[in-house]
T-cell receptor, first 115, second 114 residues
Framework: AQSVTQLGSHVSVSEGALVLLRCNYSSSVPPYLFWYVQYPNQGLQLLLKYTSAATLVKGINGFEAEFKKSETSFHLTKPSAHMSDAAEYFCAVTPTGGSQGNLIFGKGTKLSVKP | AAGVIQSPRHLIKEKRETATLKCYPIPRHDTVYWYQQGPGQDPQFLISFYEKMQSDKGSIPDRFSAQQFSDYHSELNMSSLELGDSALYFC?????????????FGPGTRLTVL
């Protein structure tokens, strides 16, 4: 079955530092991959998605992610963290072999940004 | 822009009671997904509907049922509530079921079972 693994349940960076949130997927074929952000007491908002087009995907709020098939990874990065980036980030994948889009989420990574 | 609406936002129930959660998708979105997010957990897919028909089923307990109506809104009915049902329930909508379509999430309904 499809799954995603997010390394690090909690990541802390200083404001202005690089943000790197790791996501690895398990799949025999390249899946569709997504990064969502969840602010406290809010729903999930899509940051970016990979759908087999360009391997480097740019999203909202300055985030980007690179699909690396050889490493089965889809890590999320941002060059310079802002205080407003503090939130929980979920990597998600859609099941392969099917036509439906229900998402399988990783366990999430909580990002803290220190002033 | 219109977003996904969920009601109620908060719900408190006793064990063995029933609960109904409602979801109003973005206009012209014909697909609705339900997810359950337990405390400190990742969202788990429950069930989805496309054009008023169930399109996929995940880890939804038999005590739960759902449907999508002619106006595309959806309701999740939960019976014989258990303490473990306490969670945040998200509804998401998308224009069609294509795997590449973005799912737009509502703010969630927080269900507390006492």
């Amino acid at each position: 079955a499809q799954s995603v693994t997010q390394l690090g349940s909690h990541v802390s960076v200083s404001e202005g530092a690089l943000v790197l949130l790791r996501c690895n997927y398990s799949s025999s074929v390249p899946p569709y991959l997504f990064w969502y952000v969840q602010y406290p007491n809010q729903g999930l908002q899509l940051l970016l998605k990979y759908t087999s087009a360009a391997t480097l995907v740019k999203g909202i709020n300055g985030f980007e992610a690179e699909f690396k098939k050889s490493e089965t990874s889809f890590h999320l990065t941002k060059p310079s963290a802002h205080m407003s980036d503090a939130a929980e980030y979920f990597c998600a994948v859609t099941p392969t072999g099917g036509s439906q889009g229900n998402l399988i989420f990783g366990k999430g990574t909580k990002l803290s940004v220190k002033p | 822009a219109a977003g996904v609406i969920q009601s109620p936002r908060h719900l408190i129930k006793e064990k063995r009671e029933t609960a109904t959660l409602k979801c109003y998708p973005i206009p012209r979105h014909d697909t609705v997904y339900w997810y359950q997010q337990g405390p400190g957990q990742d969202p788990q897919f429950l069930i989805s509907f496309y054009e008023k028909m169930q399109s996929d089923k995940g880890s939804i307990p038999d005590r739960f049922s759902a449907q999508q109506f002619s106006d595309y809104h959806s309701e999740l009915n939960m019976s014989s509530l258990e303490l473990g049902d306490s969670a945040l329930y998200f509804c998401a909508s998308s224009p069609g079921t294509a795997v590449s379509n973005e799912q737009f999430f509502g703010p969630g309904t927080r269900l507390t079972v006492l």
